[in-house]
């Protein structure tokens, strides 16, 4: 822990330099009601509006824009689940280059015909049976392609950062950010911002209880690997933290909660009934532990990332509904 951190606030600074007027600047939503709910001052940092409908897409295009001339020209590689393959795809149509992004056979449709209509090429794993790193870097190899990984990539990570940084660019000082976890990327580039504007700010993150591998990790000072979740959050359905982002996310969070699938669920309907939004179920996890009344003891005021809101109409209905 002594070592230099593999990304610094200086680094999330650029890349929202290099964002600027290509990513969405995404409102800050604040309401009475979730506010007296929750017993505190909330402020609702709502990526599910940033474009592909997710966050990654300050990271994806942060990392491939810094490609040469020469890598772009190859193309780029990726695996992801949903969002980040979108990102990917969007970025590379973007700096005029193509993409070949190796998915789960069971990701979400709507997620997967977002990829494929962004121009990248869809290569499919099971991934309750095979690594999909091993078999990204084996096909970005083959192919000739920039591997562009989804959160373990200091370009990617000080993008995902920018969030961060423009909600505390809004709200000012904040006792709290809440920030779902998945490989840690967005929470790592998160706390980067947060903690060099006020160093006091608890950074709590928030995983599914049936995907704690980064709780695990963080509990036990190294990193832990776990089955493959099985859980609503796909985006946070993975068994081990990043190599990077748990560097970053052991100096820099504070604390990880965890929430069930049907607090994710009631999350995602309070969200659509009372902020009128659409929130995937990993985009609702740090809302969901506010909702659910964590962390404990209340900060005054509080910064959450609704991280995405990429569900097809009938999942939404379909979780919501029951």
Same mark, same amino acid.
């Given at each position: 822990?002594?070592?230099?951190?593999?990304?610094?606030?200086?680094?999330? &600074?650029?890349?929202?330099?290099?964002?600027?007027?290509?990513?969405?600047?995404?409102?800050?939503?604040?309401?009475?009601?979730?506010?007296?709910?929750?017993?505190? +001052?909330?402020?609702?940092?709502? +990526?599910?509006?940033?474009?592909?409908?997710?966050?990654?897409?300050?990271?994806?295009?942060?990392?491939?824009?810094?490609?040469?001339?020469?890598?772009?020209?190859?193309?780029?590689?990726?695996?992801?689940?949903?969002?980040?393959?979108?990102?990917?795809?969007?970025?590379?149509?973007?700096?005029?280059?193509?993409?070949?992004?190796?998915?789960?056979?069971?990701?979400?449709?709507?997620?997967?015909?977002?990829?494929?209509?962004?121009?990248?090429?869809?290569?499919?794993?099971?991934?309750?049976?095979?690594?999909?790193?091993?078999?990204? +870097?084996?096909?970005?190899?083959?192919?000739?392609?920039?591997?562009?990984?989804?959160?373990?990539?200091?370009?990617?990570?000080?993008?995902?950062?920018?969030?961060?940084?423009?909600?505390?660019?809004?709200?000012?000082?904040?006792?709290?950010?809440?920030?779902?976890?998945?490989?840690?990327?967005?929470?790592?580039?998160?706390?980067?911002?947060?903690?060099?504007?006020?160093?006091?700010?608890?950074?709590?993150?928030?995983?599914?209880?049936?995907?704690?591998?980064?709780?695990?990790?963080?509990?036990?000072?190294?990193?832990?690997?776990?089955?493959?979740?099985?859980?609503?959050?796909?985006?946070?359905?993975?068994?081990?933290?990043?190599?990077?982002?748990?560097?970053?996310?052991?100096?820099?969070?504070?604390?990880?909660?965890?929430?069930?699938?049907?607090?994710?669920?009631?999350?995602? &309907?309070?969200?659509?009934?009372?902020?009128?939004?659409?929130? +995937?179920?990993?985009?609702?996890?740090?809302?969901?532990?506010?909702?659910?009344? &964590?962390?404990?003891?209340?900060?005054?005021?509080?910064?959450?990332?609704?991280?995405?809101?990429?569900?097809?109409?009938?999942?939404?209905?379909?979780?919501?509904?029951?």
């Amino acid at each position: 822990m002594t070592a230099a951190p593999p990304v610094t606030f200086v680094d999330v &600074r650029d890349a929202a330099a290099r964002l600027d007027g290509v990513a969405h600047r995404t409102p800050v939503l604040t309401s009475r009601a979730l506010d007296a709910l929750v017993g505190a +001052e909330t402020f609702v940092k709502c +990526e599910n509006f940033q474009r592909v409908g997710a966050f990654k897409f300050r990271g994806a295009y942060n990392a491939a824009s810094r490609l040469s001339a020469g890598q772009l020209a190859k193309g780029i590689a990726a695996y992801s689940s949903g969002n980040h393959a979108q990102a990917v795809a969007l970025a590379a149509r973007e700096l005029g280059t193509t993409a070949v992004v190796l998915m789960p056979e069971d990701a979400p449709r709507a997620k997967r015909e977002a990829t494929a209509g962004y121009g990248a090429e869809i290569v499919t794993y099971d991934r309750y049976t095979q690594d999909r790193t091993a078999l990204g +870097e084996a096909l970005a190899e083959e192919r000739g392609l920039a591997l562009i990984p989804p959160y373990d990539h200091p370009h990617v990570i000080a993008g995902q950062g920018t969030a961060a940084l423009e909600l505390l660019e809004e709200t000012g000082p904040l006792d709290a950010l809440v920030v779902p976890v998945g490989g840690g990327g967005l929470i790592a580039g998160s706390a980067t911002a947060a903690k060099a504007l006020h160093p006091g700010i608890q950074v709590i993150g928030v995983e599914p209880e049936a995907g704690d591998d980064t709780k695990r990790s963080l509990d036990s000072g190294a990193r832990v690997t776990i089955p493959v979740p099985r859980t609503i959050a796909d985006g946070q359905a993975l068994p081990t933290p990043g190599e990077l982002t748990f560097s970053l996310n052991r100096r820099l969070v504070d604390a990880i909660t965890l929430v069930s699938d049907d607090e994710i669920v009631a999350a995602m &309907r309070f969200a659509f009934e009372r902020l009128k939004i659409v929130l +995937e179920p990993s985009g609702a996890t740090a809302l969901a532990a506010l909702l659910a009344g &964590r962390p404990e003891p209340r900060p005054r005021r509080i910064g959450v990332i609704a991280s995405g809101g990429n569900v097809d109409a009938g999942r939404f209905a379909e979780l919501i509904g029951r």
